[in-house]
């Protein structure tokens, strides 16, 4: 399938409500990402962030209004289009009774590669996330820093031009974060579209460029993050963002 010249991801007057819950997540929700962003979805917790990314990712179905990845729809089996993107969940989306390499090489081939490309890339991902000492092992032995690149590793397998990220480095240490933020910056000057949601507004700071803060179903604000501050008059994501969304504890 070809890619067009088309937003990376486009959401257009998107509905949706989870089965017996009578107050709707999203009810006109539009958003647009350019391709090769690195672009930030920031919320409290109930926001609608992993709603949204579930939506765009196809994991969940809207009720109305359309979600585009490269000017393709999403939904459905388009197998076409569920090879544009990558998605690297908070949970771990592993087996962990199989080591790295057996995880690349279920996950390479449900994304359409061939043998050798997977052997190919498995060695490339190995020595890039610093687990090839480690490739032949059970993922369920390793430390909570090696998983997560385990799951980086799962989601950037087929050399996707979209990557979602939902809490890519929660539970790190600095050195794993640090590697990891480096490796998708690395991603993104290589073409890499990068959609990324976290806690952590401290690192985001360092790795977007453009951001929307979303609170109760509705975008509150977006924009580039330096004009962001610069009109509200603050000095860090922190800051911004429990000006636009409260004090207030949240679920």
């Known amino acids: 399938m070809a890619v067009t010249n088309a937003l990376a991801v486009d959401v257009e007057h998107v509905g949706f409500k989870y089965p017996g819950n009578p107050d709707a997540s999203f009810a006109d929700l539009n958003l647009k990402i350019a391709k090769g962003e690195r672009f930030g979805l920031f919320g409290p917790n109930g926001a609608g962030k992993t709603t949204l990314l579930s939506l765009m990712t196809g994991l969940l179905a809207v009720d109305k209004g359309h979600v585009k990845l490269l000017g393709h729809e999403v939904g459905g089996q388009n197998n076409e289009v569920n090879k544009l993107f990558g998605f690297v969940p908070q949970d771990f989306s592993f087996y962990d009774e199989l080591s790295p390499v057996e995880n690349f090489a279920f996950f390479g081939a449900w994304s359409g590669?061939?043998?050798?490309?997977?052997?190919?890339?498995?060695?490339?991902?190995?020595?890039?996330?610093?687990?090839?000492?480690?490739?032949?092992?059970?993922?369920?032995?390793?430390?909570?820093?090696?998983?997560?690149?385990?799951?980086?590793?799962?989601?950037?397998?087929?050399?996707?031009?979209?990557?979602?990220?939902?809490?890519?480095?929660?539970?790190?240490?600095?050195?794993?974060?640090?590697?990891?933020?480096?490796?998708?910056?690395?991603?993104?000057?290589?073409?890499?579209?990068?959609?990324?949601?976290?806690?952590?507004?401290?690192?985001?700071?360092?790795?977007?460029?453009?951001?929307?803060?979303?609170?109760?179903?509705?975008?509150?604000?977006?924009?580039?993050?330096?004009?962001?501050?610069?009109?509200?008059?603050?000095?860090?994501?922190?800051?911004?963002?429990?000006?636009?969304?409260?004090?207030?504890?949240?679920?």
């Not at 008059?233 to 429990?242: D, I, R, T």
């Open 113 to 251: 590669l061939k043998k050798q490309a997977i052997k190919k890339r498995t060695n490339e991902l190995l020595d890039i996330l610093g687990l090839d000492d480690v490739r032949d092992k059970q993922v369920k032995k390793f430390s909570g820093g090696m998983k997560r690149r385990v799951n980086l590793a799962i989601g950037v397998i087929h050399n996707p031009v979209i990557l979602f990220l939902d809490e890519p480095t929660v539970g790190v240490d600095v050195q794993t974060r640090h590697a990891i933020i480096n490796y998708l910056l690395e991603l993104n000057k290589n073409g890499t579209t990068l959609v990324y949601t976290s806690h952590q507004l401290g690192e985001a700071e360092g790795l977007c460029e453009q951001v929307a803060l979303i609170d109760d179903g509705k975008i509150v604000a977006q924009d580039g993050l330096n004009k962001l501050l610069k009109h509200y008059q603050e000095e860090s994501l922190e800051h911004l963002f429990l000006k636009l969304t409260g004090k207030d504890y949240r679920d």
